[in-house]
T-cell receptor, first 116, second 114 residues
């Protein structure tokens, strides 16, 4: 069974600086999908970025980018120019291509604190 | 934003009482999920549905049941609530299609069992 590990329960960064959140996963599959979701204090879950394992190019969405290292089974999220609105819980999630029910397997989350 | 509404948003109940949480979607999504969120555990899947009257268990299904009589509604029932079921519950939906498709979430229900 696949597992997702986020080893940093909490991270803090100064406003306007860059922070990287770590995510590792365990799978025997060669093709899969990875996601980062953000959960601000409002509790709403928001998709930040997604990556397809067969694509070597790292996904980017504005200030958010990933460092996808397939051999190392690592999928870290880099947030550039951190803003106060980035303060949230961040969850990494995995989806198997073998799962016809589109289930997601979740990490435990990392709480990101932005210091003004 | 996807139209996913959970009700109630907050509930306090006593141990041993039955509780039903409702998830309503207006997106006509085929797949629906119930998760619980606890500190240090992320989101854990309770039950999911892949169509009307088609449901299956997730990793933490003990003590929970679900029903889906219409595409838009997915109910989660705690048959006899226990303190260990105090949690935040999330409903999510997915329309299928490409496997990179995102899941959409409701606002969550905070349930306290006393």
């Amino acid at each position: 069974a696949q597992t997702v590990t986020q080893s940093q329960p909490e991270m803090s960064v100064q406003e306007a600086e860059t922070v990287t959140l770590s995510c590792t996963y365990d799978t025997s599959e060669s093709d899969y999908y990875l996601f980062w979701y953000k959960q601000p204090p409002s509790r709403q879950m928001i998709l930040v970025i997604r990556q397809e394992a067969y694509k070597q190019q790292n996904a980017t969405e504005n200030r958010f980018s990933v460092n996808f290292q397939k051999a190392a089974k690592s999928f870290s999220l880099k947030i550039s120019d951190s803003q106060l609105g980035d303060a949230a819980m961040y969850f990494c999630a995995y989806r198997s291509v073998m799962d016809s029910n589109y289930q997601l397997i979740w990490g435990a989350g990392t709480k990101l604190i932005i210091k003004p | 934003d996807a139209g996913i509404t959970q009700s109630p948003r907050h509930k306090v109940t006593e141990t041993g009482t039955p509780v039903t949480l409702r998830c309503h979607q207006t997106e006509n999504h085929r797949y629906m999920y119930w998760y619980r969120q606890d500190p240090g555990h992320g989101l854990r899947l309770i039950h999911y549905s892949y169509g009307v009257k088609d449901t299956d268990k997730g990793e933490v299904s003990d003590g929970y049941s679900v029903s889906r009589s219409k595409t838009e509604d997915f109910l989660l029932t705690l048959e006899s609530a226990t303190s260990s079921q105090t949690s935040v519950y999330f409903c999510a939906t997915c329309g299928g299609g490409g496997l990179n498709t995102e899941a959409f979430f409701g606002q969550g229900t905070r349930l306290t069992v006393v």
